[in-house]
């Protein structure tokens, strides 16, 4: 067997897990996803989305992947507010 490595960085979801749950019958990438929570972290799978899509042999016309929002930060926040405690 090949060394086991990480394959969603965000969950932390090792190759050897996602083995496991695909032994069990998982049997497509939504499946995976929910039974892991790989690709369910910050980066909302677009790190692992791709890979875990082509481990579990989905192949459809679009992709399971696709980002919805991206949160940027209401405003910006200087390291000399946040020691000071902020004005508000």
């Known amino acids: 067997m090949t060394e086991d490595f990480i394959v969603c960085r965000c969950e932390n979801i090792?190759?050897?897990?996602?083995?496991?749950?695909?032994?069990?019958?998982?049997?497509?990438?939504?499946?995976?996803?929910?039974?892991?929570?790989?690709?369910?972290?910050?980066?909302t799978s677009r790190t692992c989305g791709p890979f875990i899509e082509k481990l579990t042999g989905d192949h459809s016309a679009e992709p399971t992947f696709i980002n919805l929002k991206s949160q940027p930060p209401i405003r910006t926040v200087s390291f000399s507010e946040l020691i000071e405690g902020g004005s508000e």
């Open 14 to 43: 090792y190759m050897s897990e996602l083995q496991n749950i695909i032994e069990e019958g998982a049997t497509n990438a939504r499946e995976l996803k929910l039974k892991s929570r790989a690709g369910m972290g910050f980066c």
